[in-house]
């Protein structure tokens, strides 16, 4: 019988209690045997748990924007490919039309787009902050 | 198995206290074989939550072939597995190298606190300088009192690779053991 055969029949005979023996290698064995069998270090963290439910909780959230997203994303797709679609079939083509007209107003224009942005900062320098965000 | 299916069924359908309960039965299974592999208590709990949030991610995927305590065992093993591989841990932590026995038993650790501890707290501290699957299969073995055929399911080892380590790592320990008993005599 080789040594590692030995060994073996060795390690079988501690691990089931039969080892008799008063040599070296079943002392070793048996101390081997006995400090396999404890558990390694544990200590449960009572948070343990909830911090898994939280973060199960926050993947849920971020997998439901992310739907939510795709939804968007889905729909703008739909909105524009149907857009292109109906231009196509009704031969659309895109012109000023009605806001040629305008060309010829344009100092008018221009003076409401500076009225309304005047107005505008007046607001903001005669309001109050807190009215503002009101 | 009645048990883990209703269970399941429960954490299937959106039972929160269902799944807790699985963590409280599981949590030891999953702090072994993390502990064991790595080292640092901060990646440790973060690995241990990563395995639940697996197990709760795909528990729909379960399919009974093995009992629900290897499967949970599984992923944590290839959590682990991967972590030490994403910190690039050499392959010969993984299984014994070219000379590792002869390194192993003559290698005599002096630092003073390491001399002044009891045989068992050697042995211990000897098992943690064994290979990660040698450390691995002991675990499950001993302390988890899993069989060669669910240790093989684990870490996808055939069962005579399982015996063989773990009568391997079992040896190495003992002949360190020797070295022990014989400066105690």
């Known amino acids: ?134 | 198995m009645t048990e883990d299916k209703a269970l399941i069924s429960k954490i299937i359908g959106g039972d929160m206290e269902a799944f807790r309960q699985l963590i409280k039965q599981h949590e030891r299974l999953v702090a072994h074989m993390i502990g064991r592999i790595v080292k640092n208590e901060e990646d440790r709990e973060e690995l241990c939550q990563d395995v639940f949030l697996k197990v709760h991610e795909k528990l729909r995927r379960f399919n009974y072939e093995s009992k629900l305590s290897t499967w949970i065992a599984t992923i944590a093993y290839r959590q682990a597995i991967n972590y030490i591989r994403k910190k690039r841990i050499v392959p010969s932590e993984l299984s014994e190298s070219e000379g590792f026995k002869d390194r192993f038993i003559a290698t005599e650790n002096l630092e003073e606190d390491y001399v002044n501890k009891d045989l068992d707290e050697k042995v211990l501290s000897c098992i943690d300088q064994l290979p990660i699957h040698y450390k691995n299969v002991l675990t499950l073995y001993h302390v988890d009192n899993m069989s060669y055929a669910e240790i093989g399911v684990i870490t996808e080892m055939p069962e005579g690779t399982v015996k063989n380590y773990l009568f391997r790592a079992r040896h190495l320990l003992k002949e360190k053991v020797k070295k022990y008993l014989g400066s105690e005599l």
């Open chain 1, 1 to 134: 019988m080789s040594s590692e055969e030995n060994d073996n029949q060795l390690q079988e005979q501690v691990e089931q209690g039969s080892h008799r023996g008063l040599d070296i290698d079943g002392k070793a064995y048996e101390v081997v045997f006995r400090v396999l069998k404890k558990e390694p270090e544990f200590v449960s963290i009572p948070s343990f748990t909830n911090k898994i439910i939280a973060r199960i909780h926050e993947a849920k959230a971020r997998k439901a924007l992310r739907k939510d997203f795709l939804w968007l994303g889905l729909g703008l797709f739909s909105f524009v490919v149907a857009t292109l679609f109906v231009m196509v079939q009704t031969n659309f083509k895109i012109s000023p039309g009605a806001f040629t007209f305008i060309s010829s107003y344009s100092t008018l224009l221009w003076f409401g787009l500076l009225l309304i942005a005047g107005l505008l900062w007046i607001e903001r320098q005669i309001l109050p902050k807190n009215q503002k965000q009101v």
